[in-house]
């Protein structure tokens, strides 16, 4: 059975169609790559892939059940986005403390270890944080959660070359030592290029 799928799915927004019949398979404990231009569709069919929008048509699955207002499922699936889903004025740390909460395998420990890696103030206000440092707070709490099913949107994001490929060292030492699935979304093709 394919871990992830999405079958025959298309979202319309008014007249504009993002995605049209996509259907795609993931099978559990691989890397894959999400590669496109912005604006593409990309960001859209992650989001649909977690339930925060619903598709036109068509319907996502994982283990054979469908994702769409099912929490058991949700909670296996953890999706770093764009936009920051946490209140701007929390610090880093009880970030930390409340994503524990939604997935109480969140390995606190080594969110404390990366942050100290990538050099990130714990005790800083997320809406302090410049736009890389934003990108490396959201990247440590995707690979310190533990889901099953990782999901990395434009992970990148405003990081200078070195937090880049520190990111990618990590991302590939938190694979070996925990195989799961993970999709990186990027329109950086050639950057990701040897982690896909």
């Known amino acids: 059975m394919n871990y992830i799928e999405v079958q025959n799915v298309s979202m319309h927004f008014g007249t504009t169609v993002a995605l049209n019949n996509v259907d795609i398979l993931l099978e559990k404990n691989k890397i894959y790559g999400l590669l496109g231009r912005n604006g593409a569709g990309k960001s859209t069919l992650l989001n649909l892939m977690t339930n925060k ?3 036109t048509s068509g319907k996502i699955l994982m283990n ?12 296996r699936i953890y999706c770093m986005s764009e936009k920051t889903m946490y209140p701007e004025s929390m610090k880093v740390n009880a970030a930390y403390q409340w994503t524990k909460k939604f997935y109480p395998s969140f390995d606190m420990e080594y969110a404390m270890s990366l942050s100290k890696k990538f050099e990130l103030n ?6 302090n944080l410049s736009t890389g440092y934003t990108s490396i707070f959201k990247i ?3 690979l310190a959660c533990n889901a099953e099913a990782i999901l990395l949107d434009e992970p990148i ?4 070359a070195f937090h ?5 060292r990590e991302l590939l030492i938190n694979y ?3 195989p799961r699935t993970i999709v990186i979304s990027t329109h950086l093709i050639e950057e ?5």
């Open 122 to 127: 714990t005790k800083k206000a997320i809406k």
């Open 157 to 160: 994001l405003g990081l200078d």
């Open 192 to 196: 990701a290029a040897d982690i896909i």
């Open 53 to 55: 929008l619903f598709p």
């Open 140 to 142: 440590v709490i995707a």
């Open 64 to 75: 054979g059940e469908p994702v769409q207002e099912n929490d058991s499922i949700l909670s």
């Open 164 to 168: 880049r490929d520190l990111f990618y």
């Open 176 to 178: 070996a030592n925990n």
